[in-house]
């Protein structure tokens, strides 16, 4: 006798329920003589997976007994009548619990209440769902963030909090995951997220909206990996730079790898050129082009596109209309649920985009010399901003490490 099972799978779920479909399979090669479940209107999800069922039992002679309503005769109409009455009120039961539950949290949410664990820097209050600054953790969390924001690197941050004696909430230590995870919450900016949009909440944040927008900024500006890196080991274009024949990126090597710029892909590309010349090269004509008096006007945060602007006023006008028909019952929150995901999605995205990209202080003053005082990723970032893409040609037949220059090609951006 087979036992297949989906532990605690909903038939509602729409998860895969790998148990099922092998089910199938064996009612189809006759390999079952009898199938047994608790209640007929649990096998199924959906009337038309109900019909599929009763069409392949019926085709194959299978017997069904459930343990709730005894032997489900599909063989006669009444039998198959029940079957769908059942599997209909089972089916309704289940989105109202959903929608009740979800719209109780939406409620909340919409009030301006947290909901969920408080994150670390915040404490509970007497009201459920109003935390407050956590005077001890409070001011940790908002030196992370102006931490983040000067570029230093995740990993870093942590294994110093760790050296300090500082505690996360859960855990031992805090990890470079859980220092990004404590950006992400919205909830220490005095925001809550509903529905994917994001608004005030109606408690106070430990960091303000500004800063907290900067952190996101300054980590999604960050190419993988580097958020964690120590930037001492950053180098000015790694990665920046790329082949101009392949677009493979380049990597500085470090001070005892030799100090060139290189495309690793063994066999196919491997140009490079000499780290420092290159450097240098780029901090002049960076620093030239922040000299010159147009340089505040071009390189301004564009904070507020007005064609971003528009999109999220639309998305948010379609997720009102969306959510009003489902309450209204006019469309099944199965059908509306993944519609409203995919905005809130959406809106996520240009919520990131709205974020001000911080440039570093004096750069507009005294170019030259604030380069020396910037970090690395703050250097990087300027670069980023200022060129499309730098590329690297090839040194004909040369192997080693060659400084010549006019190799390199920087494409402004527009
Ligand atoms: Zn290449």
Redesign the pocket.
């Known amino acids: 006798m087979a036992s297949l099972v989906d532990n605690d799978i909903s038939a509602f779920s729409g998860r895969t329920r790998p148990g099922y479909e092998r089910l199938l399979e064996l009612i189809r090669a006759r390999g079952i003589d009898v199938v047994l479940a608790w209640a007929p209107e649990r096998l199924h999800r959906s009337p038309r997976e109900l019909e599929d069922f009763i069409e392949l039992i019926e085709a194959t002679g299978t017997a069904v007994e459930t343990i709730k309503a005894g032997a489900w005769d599909v063989s006669t109409s009444h039998g198959r009548l029940v079957a769908r009455m059942l599997g209909a009120v089972s089916r309704a039961e289940s989105e109202r619990t959903g929608e009740r539950v979800s719209r109780a949290h939406q409620q909340a949410k919409a009030n301006g209440f947290w909901r969920g664990p408080i994150p670390y820097g915040m404490q509970a209050t007497a009201t459920p769902g109003k935390p407050e600054p956590d005077p001890v953790a409070g001011p940790v969390v908002r030196d992370i963030a102006r931490r983040v924001i000067r570029g230093d690197a995740l990993s870093r941050i942590a294994r110093e909090l760790n050296e300090q004696g500082v505690r996360p909430r859960r855990g031992q230590a805090w990890t470079h995951t859980g220092v990004l995870r404590l950006l992400e919450s919205p909830g220490i900016a005095g925001l809550v997220s509903s529905d994917g949009e994001l608004r005030e909440a109606a408690f106070e944040g430990v960091v303000d909206v500004a800063t907290w927008r900067a952190t996101r900024a300054a980590l999604a500006g960050r190419p993988r990996g580097e958020s964690r890196r120590p930037r001492e080991t950053l180098t000015l274009l790694g990665s920046i730079l790329r ?1 101009a ?2 677009g ?1 990126p380049c990597y500085g090597g470090g001070d005892k790898y030799g100090r060139v710029y290189q ?1 690793q ?1 063994r066999g ?2 491997a ?1 490079r050129i000499t780290r420092p010349a290159t450097d240098d090269f780029v901090r002049r004509i960076v620093v030239a082009r922040l000299q010159k008096p147009d340089a505040q006007a071009s390189l301004a945060p564009a904070h507020n596109s007005p064609a971003l602007e528009a999109e999220a006023a639309e998305l948010q006008q379609r997720r009102n209309d969306i959510a009003g028909l489902i309450a209204d019952g006019l469309l099944p929150t199965a059908v509306g649920r993944p519609r409203l995901e995919a905005l809130a999605r959406r809106l996520g995205e240009i919520e990131l985009h709205r974020s001000p990209r911080q440039l570093p202080q004096g750069v507009f003053v005294d170019p030259a010399t604030a380069w020396e005082s910037w970090t690395m990723p703050e250097r990087r970032e300027i670069v980023r901003m200022l060129f499309s893409s730098i590329t690297l040609r090839a040194a004909g037949n040369s192997q080693g490490p060659n400084a010549d220059l006019r190799r390199l090609q920087l494409t402004w951006t527009a």
């Open positions: 082949c024949e392949h493979h495309a892909v196919v590309c140009v």
